[in-house]
């Protein structure tokens, strides 16, 4: 007797449990918009489709979790919308009234930290994909003797690896699933590298990755000093960077954009570079 989702005697698919009845080539085209392999080693067609399957499951559960991709998906689209907007405008001849701002990108304004805190998600994920894309296009416009330089070959690794631990944050932007303090920050650093304050996008980084707090964790009891300890003493101001190696990671890579965006778009200003 065939079994349900292998194949009858003469060789044509049999329905599979579930429903979940689908072509090889249907399949192939799913893994492959979701960067996964299109077959792992000794899989076969109904096994593929059964991971095909169960990361669509796991993925609807996020979806369901964080707000629904559809939300994230149509803000990203207004995002994308709004950018060839401006740069129509900036073909017409017409300037923004942030003129600072990064040409053609849509501005992180910080006030949504407080009001619309959900917005801010699909405005740093573009920006910041954004700014890693013209990161490797930096890499790619290199002359050919400096690409095969030692230093070129370890700027292009360096780049390459930065793409690599930003992964995570990505997909934490996708899932709108950032603790609020983090998510705060990390707008500010988007918001002054658009504006082009370098040195204040360096103290929101400072303050996102080493903290700053005057007190040693753990001092709670200062005599008359106690509750001001105790203010100080908040998420805040604790180092997100010693939480996990993934954070630290995608933090550091943080800081590598800033000195990228700094160099492409230099301020006017000169006290506003980092130093």
């Given at each position: 007797?065939?079994?349900?989702?292998?194949?009858?005697?003469?060789?044509?698919?049999?329905?599979?449990?579930?429903?979940?009845?689908?072509?090889?080539?249907?399949?192939?085209?799913?893994?492959?918009?979701?960067?996964?392999?299109?077959?792992?080693?000794?899989?076969?067609?109904?096994?593929?489709?059964?991971?095909?399957?169960?990361?669509?499951?796991?993925?609807?559960?996020?979806?369901?979790?964080?707000?629904?991709?559809?939300?994230?998906?149509?803000?990203?689209?207004?995002?994308?919308?709004?950018?060839?907007?401006m740069q129509a405008k900036g073909k017409d001849g017409k300037k923004d009234e942030k003129s600072d701002a990064q040409d053609g990108m849509t501005l992180v304004e910080?006030?949504?930290?407080?009001?619309?805190?959900?917005?801010?998600?699909?405005?740093?994920?573009?920006?910041?994909?954004?700014?890693?894309?013209?990161?490797?296009?930096?890499?790619?416009?290199?002359?050919e003797a400096v690409k095969r330089s030692t230093q070129g070959k370890l700027a292009a690794a360096t780049q390459v690896q930065s793409a690599q631990y930003l992964k995570?944050?990505?997909?934490?932007?996708?899932?709108?699933?950032?603790?609020?303090?983090?998510?705060?920050?990390?707008?500010?650093?988007?918001?002054?590298?658009?504006?082009?304050?370098?040195?204040?996008?360096?103290?929101?980084?400072?303050?996102?990755?080493?903290?700053?707090?005057?007190?040693?964790?753990?001092?709670?009891?200062?005599?008359?000093?106690?509750?001001?300890?105790?203010?100080?003493?908040?998420?805040?101001?604790?180092?997100?960077?010693?939480?996990?190696?993934?954070?630290?990671?995608?933090?550091?890579?943080?800081?590598?954009?800033?000195?990228?965006?700094?160099?492409?778009?230099?301020?006017?200003?000169l006290t506003q570079l980092m130093g």
């Amino acid at each position: 007797m065939p079994m349900s989702g292998g194949r009858d005697t003469s060789g044509s698919p049999m329905p599979e449990s579930g429903g979940f009845n689908i072509s090889n080539e249907e399949a192939i085209r799913r893994l492959r918009s979701k960067g996964q392999p299109v077959r792992l080693f000794g899989e076969t067609d109904r096994e593929r489709r059964l991971r095909l399957r169960a990361l669509e499951l796991i993925e609807e559960k996020g979806h369901d979790k964080h707000g629904g991709q559809n939300d994230f998906k149509k803000a990203l689209e207004d995002v994308e919308s709004n950018e060839r907007e401006m740069q129509a405008k900036g073909k017409d001849g017409k300037k923004d009234e942030k003129s600072d701002a990064q040409d053609g990108m849509t501005l992180v304004e910080l006030d949504l930290i407080k009001t619309n805190p959900d917005k801010l998600y699909p405005l740093i994920y573009y920006a910041l994909k954004r700014t890693l894309r013209e990161w490797g296009e930096s890499m790619e416009e290199r002359p050919e003797a400096v690409k095969r330089s030692t230093q070129g070959k370890l700027a292009a690794a360096t780049q390459v690896q930065s793409a690599q631990y930003l992964k995570p944050l990505f997909k934490n932007l996708r899932s709108r699933n950032l603790p609020p303090d983090v998510l705060a920050r990390i707008a500010e650093i988007v918001h002054y590298m658009q504006v082009r304050q370098y040195q204040r996008a360096n103290d929101s980084y400072l303050r996102l990755s080493i903290g700053n707090a005057p007190w040693p964790i753990g001092v709670t009891m200062v005599g008359i000093h106690e509750r001001s300890a105790r203010e100080k003493i908040s998420t805040d101001q604790v180092a997100h960077v010693l939480n996990d190696e993934v954070s630290r990671k995608y933090i550091q890579s943080l800081k590598r954009l800033l000195t990228f965006s700094q160099t492409k778009y230099p301020p006017s200003d000169l006290t506003q570079l980092m130093g």
